[in-house]
């Protein structure tokens, strides 16, 4: 699961219907749902298309999180401390793999075919450098995002 070939590219570049699905799912996401078009245009190009089939699994508690996802299509169960959560269109998870490579505290598994966009931390620290001001805001949603996820973790 490392860089996209040049096939993967050339459809991400062509296929306007995978395309305004995806800037549609990060666009209603609670994340990012105050990016305009060319912010929204500009994090989808970073993101990585990954085609899931029902059943397999995306993230192993565990193993290295490396990436951000946010689910475009289809549906996936979160797993994280005895719980786990089915999840839709628009939403993310992984954010924790943005401050470095950390074991995962949390399993992800695919129970409907679909499709998602994968944020390699490289990718978004790339893409912050090229765009700093939008690297900012996006830095500041995640970090709104960790502290109110922090604050129900202790309620």
């Excluded at 954010?95 to 598994?109: E, F, I, N, Q, Y």
Aim: net charge negative; glycine share 8%; hydrophobic share 40%.
């Amino acid at each position: 699961m490392g860089q996209r070939d040049d096939n993967e590219r050339t459809e991400l570049a062509v296929n306007p219907l995978y395309m305004m699905e995806g800037m549609e799912a990060l666009k209603t996401s609670s994340l990012f749902g105050q990016l305009n078009e060319a912010e929204l245009k500009t994090l989808f190009q970073a993101g990585e298309r990954r085609v899931f089939q029902d059943g397999e699994e995306l993230v192993k508690k565990g193993d290295d999180l490396d990436a951000f996802w946010v689910v475009v299509s289809g549906r996936v169960e979160v797993a994280r401390d005895g719980s786990s959560t089915e999840q839709g269109a628009a939403t993310f998870f992984g954010d924790r793999a943005l401050a470095g490579t950390v074991p995962s505290p949390l399993s992800c598994r695919a129970v409907a075919e679909g499709e998602a966009l994968r944020f390699s931390r490289a990718s978004l620290v790339k893409l912050s450098r090229e765009f700093p001001k939008l690297g900012v805001k996006i830095l500041w949603v995640l970090l709104e995002n960790a502290y109110k996820n922090q604050d129900s973790e202790e309620d």
